[in-house]
DNA sequence: TTCTATTATCGTCTTATGGCGATAAGTTTA
DNA sequence: TAAACTTATCGCCATAAGACGATAATAGAA
């Protein structure tokens, strides 16, 4: 309805995926659907705030939702988000490697007794 | 120096990714390496506002940075960013069909004729 | 129906982000 | 050295985003 081509899905994809609480919400959902009750005492959040980011991640097509009873339930809408995710690690770790051999030059070159 | 852990480089990449022009910087560097005065007419926007775009893509390790005379010359660091992006677009086109669908099927529902 | 449980939404506040013009800093040219 | 170029940074403003408590809405229990 709002949205129509894949540049602004593609922003609304990844901008509901930079935020930390989101992403932890990600991977609590990884193990399988979820009611808000039960997502809650995980989040140090108020509820209010829990149920945005929820619906943010609703929004962005990654979370499904179905209401059983009182309850709404949470649920990954596209697994694909966690092959994202890792690809995100995968560009991070690769990050903190070249840090950490720089670190490892810096100090060969400095002398090993120190 | 700043961050250590996975998470919040993770959480850097994907926040410099949530940007319309960043997105956009990106797709014109794929050409290969630019110096600002060649991004700058490309783009509709302040000098100032396109040089703290690109130093928010240097910062998360997305671009290289270089300065030959009195020109700073960016590039992709890291290619696999491509990769993300198409896995992003990947979701979003899945969205886009899965929509079509949707309306397809409704469309049955009301009758051929209309 | 009334009470309780569950979740979404509203109003408000605070902070973060993006945009711009002006200015600074560094480099080459004159 | 002065002038011109190129780019980063600063200060400011407007808007967006995140947080919270209060309230609304709905379903099941009493």
Redesign the pocket.
Known sequence: MAQKNVSELRLKIL?AL?????LELLEFLSGGER??????PAF?????????????L?EADILD?R????????SIKDPQVFELVRLVDRMALKQISQLAEAGRILEESLGIGR
């Not at 009611?35 to 809650?40: A, D, H, M």
């Open positions: 901008s930079s935020d930390p609480i989101r009611c808000v009750c039960e997502i809650l140090s959040r108020s509820q209010s705030t829990i149920s945005k980011h929820l619906n943010i609703f939702r209401i059983d009873g009182k309850k709404t339930l949470y």
